[in-house]
């Protein structure tokens, strides 16, 4: 016989309990975790190669009939609570609330952080630096325009600052605003990265509104709220944060639209058994046809799978550029080490970057 809906209430209570005795217990371990390690600051907690490791087994054991995403984003709040029993971490990240930026801090650390929202990328990484913050969030390219942020790149290549995670983020824009339809819009604004990835809808629905850019997608929301006839393009965050009304969900052009933000911090971690490296390389292009390929040769030769590839100027000399590298592989794994103690006898510049484990779902 089926149970009757009392026995289920009953038997849902009972489970409730032993899962909180489990997650007290869990904290208390983890709290142990420090004791036994020496260890003082919440940051020195903060390992993301373990945290990666964790996350992946929670993947592997899930059987349902929670999603993966559900599974995992259950255990980083678990951990994120127990990381925050002393004080919590303090992340840097690029504003101001409602942007997507802050919605990836939240995605990879939990809600158990304080999040110091800064309004430009070098003040992400100088809080950072000034130890004022614990890590910082930028972000850096988005799977349907590419590059987000160029200064990000431009920042890394003088920061003594190291990346140490990354974070991919569903991008979902929703057009909002006060108005109850679409003929009473007059304006649209948001972000430039948010319009271009809109650009066929918006063409499509309001081919006579004007597109203005603002510096933020939680500016155009504000802006949606305080002025008649303006709609915003932006996530569900906004739209919570300054009361607007959701007029139509998930508007851009692809379906699977996601940015890809980096993770900052002070120093580098140990491999998590899946993981990538960036670094930074330059040659002198006086040195004939093929310097690149001569460069990154030894990836090819040592088996080493390259992601992606960036330039930007060096500001060393005029027409003098450095190639920003993703890799896959920890810089630390016999491979990778081999390729790039190789191509650092052939660089004029050379530095790595980060080396860091790849994002979790």
């Given at each position: 016989?089926?149970p009757?809906?009392?026995q289920?209430?009953?038997?849902?209570?009972s489970?409730?309990?032993r899962?909180?005795e489990?997650i007290a217990?869990?904290?208390?371990?983890?709290?142990?975790?420090g004791?036994?390690k020496?260890l003082?600051?919440t940051?020195d907690?903060?390992?993301?190669?373990?945290?990666?490791?964790v996350?992946?087994?929670v993947?592997?054991?899930n059987k349902g009939?929670?999603?993966?995403e559900?599974?995992?984003?259950l255990?980083?709040e678990l951990?994120?609570?127990?990381?925050?029993q002393?004080e919590?971490?303090?992340?840097?990240?690029l504003?101001?609330?409602g942007?997507f930026?802050?919605?990836?801090?939240?995605?990879?650390f939990?809600?158990s952080?304080?999040a110091?929202?800064?309004?430009t990328?070098d003040?992400v990484?100088?809080?950072?630096?000034?130890a004022v913050?614990?890590?910082?969030?930028?972000p850096?390219e988005?799977?349907?325009e590419g590059?987000?942020?160029?200064h990000?790149?431009?920042?890394?290549l003088?920061?003594?600052?190291?990346?140490c995670g990354?974070?991919?983020?569903?991008i979902?824009?929703?057009?909002?605003?006060?108005?109850?339809?679409?003929?009473?819009?007059?304006?649209?604004?948001?972000?430039?990265?948010?319009?271009?990835?809109?650009r066929?809808?918006?063409a499509e629905?309001?081919?006579d509104?004007e597109?203005?850019p603002?510096?933020?997608n939680a500016?155009?929301a504000r802006r949606?709220?305080d002025?008649d006839g303006?709609?915003a393009?932006?996530?569900d965050?906004?739209?919570e944060?300054y009361?607007l009304?959701i007029?139509?969900?998930n508007?851009?052009?692809?379906?699977?639209?996601?940015?890809r933000f980096l993770?900052?911090?002070?120093k580098?971690f140990?491999?998590s058994g899946?993981?990538?490296?960036s670094?930074?390389?330059?040659?002198?292009?006086?040195?004939g046809p093929?310097?690149l390929?001569h460069?990154l040769?030894?990836?090819?030769r040592h088996?080493?799978?390259?992601?992606?590839?960036?330039s930007?100027p060096?500001r060393r000399?005029?027409?003098?550029?450095?190639?920003?590298?993703d890799?896959?592989?920890?810089?630390?794994?016999?491979?990778?080490a081999?390729?790039?103690a190789?191509i650092q006898?052939k660089a004029?510049l050379?530095?790595?970057?980060?080396?860091?484990p790849?994002a979790?779902l």
């Amino acid at each position: 016989m089926r149970p009757t809906l009392e026995q289920l209430r009953t038997k849902i209570d009972s489970l409730d309990e032993r899962i909180q005795e489990l997650i007290a217990e869990r904290a208390r371990c983890a709290k142990e975790v420090g004791v036994v390690k020496g260890l003082t600051a919440t940051a020195d907690f903060y390992r993301p190669e373990r945290e990666a490791q964790v996350l992946r087994r929670v993947v592997e054991r899930n059987k349902g009939p929670l999603r993966n995403e559900d599974m995992v984003r259950l255990f980083r709040e678990l951990m994120s609570a127990c990381l925050a029993q002393e004080e919590p971490l303090k992340v840097a990240y690029l504003g101001p609330e409602g942007t997507f930026t802050q919605s990836a801090v939240l995605k990879h650390f939990g809600h158990s952080v304080h999040a110091l929202s800064v309004t430009t990328i070098d003040e992400v990484f100088h809080e950072v630096e000034a130890a004022v913050a614990d890590f910082g969030v930028a972000p850096v390219e988005n799977s349907s325009e590419g590059t987000v942020n160029i200064h990000t790149l431009d920042m890394l290549l003088a920061s003594p600052l190291k990346v140490c995670g990354e974070i991919e983020l569903r991008i979902h824009q929703h057009l909002m605003g006060k108005m109850g339809g679409l003929s009473k819009i007059r304006r649209v604004c948001s972000h430039p990265q948010s319009l271009a990835q809109c650009r066929a809808w918006l063409a499509e629905h309001l081919t006579d509104v004007e597109k203005i850019p603002v510096a933020s997608n939680a500016e155009a929301a504000r802006r949606a709220r305080d002025e008649d006839g303006t709609a915003a393009l932006a996530g569900d965050a906004a739209a919570e944060l300054y009361g607007l009304k959701i007029l139509f969900s998930n508007v851009e052009d692809q379906a699977d639209n996601s940015t890809r933000f980096l993770v900052v911090g002070r120093k580098l971690f140990p491999p998590s058994g899946n993981d990538k490296t960036s670094l930074l390389v330059s040659a002198r292009g006086t040195e004939g046809p093929g310097v690149l390929l001569h460069l990154l040769d030894p990836l090819a030769r040592h088996g080493v799978n390259m992601t992606r590839i960036e330039s930007r100027p060096s500001r060393r000399a005029k027409w003098d550029y450095v190639f920003f590298v993703d890799l896959d592989g920890h810089a630390e794994e016999p491979n990778v080490a081999k390729a790039l103690a190789e191509i650092q006898k052939k660089a004029t510049l050379f530095k790595v970057l980060g080396a860091y484990p790849k994002a979790v779902l």
